[in-house]
T-cell receptor, first 115, second 113 residues
Framework: GDSVTQMEGPVTLSEEAFLTINCTYT??????LFWYVQYPGEGLQLLLK?????DKGSNKGFEATYRKETTSFHLEKGSVQVSDSAVYFC??????????????FGKGTKLSVIP | DAGITQSPRYKITETGRQVTLMCHQT?????MFWYRQDLGHGLRLIYY???????DKGEVPDGYVVSRSKTENFPLTLESATRSQTSVYFC????????????FGSGTQLSVL
C-alpha cells in the first residue's frame, strides 16, 4: 500500500536558518503530494501541495517540488522564523481499491525555531 | 463560517465505557474522515466516508464504529473503551478527489483510565 516516510525529529533551528525536511513516498499510480502544518493545540492545515511530477508547491516562503524520479517531496524554507515552530506532515493522496481516495500521512516532524 | 467542529474538546472516561465523539461540518463536503494522532505514529486513518450511508475502514478500525446518516455529521463511537484508545482524534472533511485538501477540526483529546 501507499506509504510516506519523513525525517525524524525534533528539529531545532535558530531564527533565519535554512530548513529542509525530507519526505519520500511509495505509491502506485500518480498521487498528489501535500505538506500539512499543525500549530500547538490545533488541527492540521494545508501548507502546500503539488499534483503532478515537477510541480512546485509554495506558500508562506515554504517550497516543495514533486520529484517522481526520486519519489520525494522535500520541504524547504530559506529563512525560518519563531512563528514557524510547529509539526509538519508530509502526505500523499491516492485512490483506494474501492475507488474512493485516501490521504496517507507521514509521522510528522516537529520543528522548533529559537530566537 | 462555522467550518468543521468537533465535540467534546476533552474527554476522560473509564475502560469499558462507550464514548461517542461528534463531528459536524457546514460545507456539505461529501468526504469525511476520522484520524487518531499518537506520538511515534503520526496520523492514522480509522474510518472514512465518501457520502451519507457509505463508510469504509481505514488503517486502524478495530474497536471503533461510525455512522453517517446525514452528510454533515460523522460520529465516531468507541463501543468499549480501552487504554490503548487514549489519543487525540481528528475529524476532517473534503470535497473529494486526490487533488483536494482536507479541512481538519480542532481535535478531541481522549483519555481512557
Amino acid at each position: 500500500g501507499d506509504s510516506v516516510t519523513q525525517m525524524e525529529g525534533p528539529v531545532t533551528l535558530s531564527e533565519e536558518a535554512f530548513l529542509t525536511i525530507n519526505c519520500t513516498y511509495t505509491a502506485t499510480g500518480y498521487p498528489s503530494l501535500f505538506w500539512y502544518v499543525q500549530y500547538p493545540g490545533e488541527g492540521l492545515q494545508l501548507l502546500l501541495k503539488a499534483t503532478k511530477a515537477d510541480d512546485k508547491g509554495s506558500n508562506k516562503g515554504f517550497e516543495a517540488t514533486y520529484r517522481k524520479e526520486t519519489t520525494s517531496f522535500h520541504l524547504e524554507k530559506g529563512s525560518v522564523q519563531v512563528s514557524d515552530s510547529a509539526v509538519y506532515f508530509c502526505a500523499l493522496s491516492g485512490y483506494s481499491g474501492a475507488g474512493s481516495y485516501q490521504l496517507t500521512f507521514g509521522k510528522g516532524t516537529k520543528l522548533s525555531v529559537i530566537p | 463560517d462555522a467550518g468543521i467542529t468537533q465535540s467534546p474538546r476533552y474527554k476522560i472516561t473509564e475502560t469499558g465505557r462507550q464514548v461517542t465523539l461528534m463531528c459536524h461540518q457546514t460545507w456539505s463536503h461529501s468526504y469525511m474522515f476520522w484520524y487518531r494522532q499518537d506520538l511515534g505514529h503520526g496520523l492514522r486513518l480509522i474510518y472514512y466516508s465518501a457520502a451519507a450511508d457509505i463508510t469504509d475502514k481505514g488503517e486502524v478500525p478495530d474497536g471503533y464504529v461510525v455512522s453517517r446518516s446525514k452528510t454533515e455529521n460523522f460520529p465516531l463511537t468507541l463501543e468499549s473503551a480501552t487504554r490503548s484508545q487514549t489519543s487525540v482524534y481528528f475529524c476532517a472533511s473534503s470535497t473529494g478527489g486526490t487533488n483536494e485538501k482536507l479541512f481538519f477540526g480542532s481535535g478531541t483529546q481522549l483519555s481512557v483510565l
